[in-house]
Nanobody, 127 residues
Framework: EVDVVESGGGTVQAGGSLRVSCRAS????????IGWYREAPGKAREGVSCISSTKGTSYYADSVTGRFIISSDSAKRTVYLQMNKLKTEDTAVYYC????????????????????WGIGTLVTVSS
């Protein structure tokens, strides 16, 4: 059984940093890609970042490029999202998903590819 568990959410001031983690089990870790998504109040879920460890590639939404960094530790079966220079508009529930980083013409199509989801962790950025 696939299990996806996020952790590390909390409240941080604008301009600060926070790292959220995603530990996944129940499958061969390197056979799947892992993505981070977020859902802000009143908004649709959007893709934040996706990493393919076997391909050595990662993708980011334009809104977080240059501020967020995704990384993977296969030995710990964990993917991290380091969030820097946080803005109030980054406030959301952050979800981890397991599947595939679906890419077309070099662009990550975040609405495709994911099969398993965690229940999310809340990140609040205060002004």
């Amino acid at each position: 059984e696939v299990d996806v568990v996020e952790s590390g959410g909390g409240t941080v001031q604008a301009g600060g940093s926070l790292r959220v983690s995603c530990r996944a089990s129940g499958f061969t870790f390197d056979d799947y890609d892992i993505g981070w998504y977020r859902e802000a109040p009143g908004k649709a879920r959007e893709g934040v970042s996706c990493i393919s460890s076997t391909k050595g590639t990662s993708y980011y939404a334009d809104s977080v490029t240059g501020r967020f960094i995704i990384s993977s530790d296969s030995a710990k079966r964990t993917v991290y999202l380091q969030m820097n220079k946080l803005k109030t508009e980054d406030t959301a529930v952050y979800y981890c998903a397991v599947g595939a980083c679906s890419v077309e013409d070099g662009t990550w199509k975040y609405y495709y590819g994911m099969r398993y989801w965690g229940i999310g962790t809340l990140v609040t950025v205060s002004s």
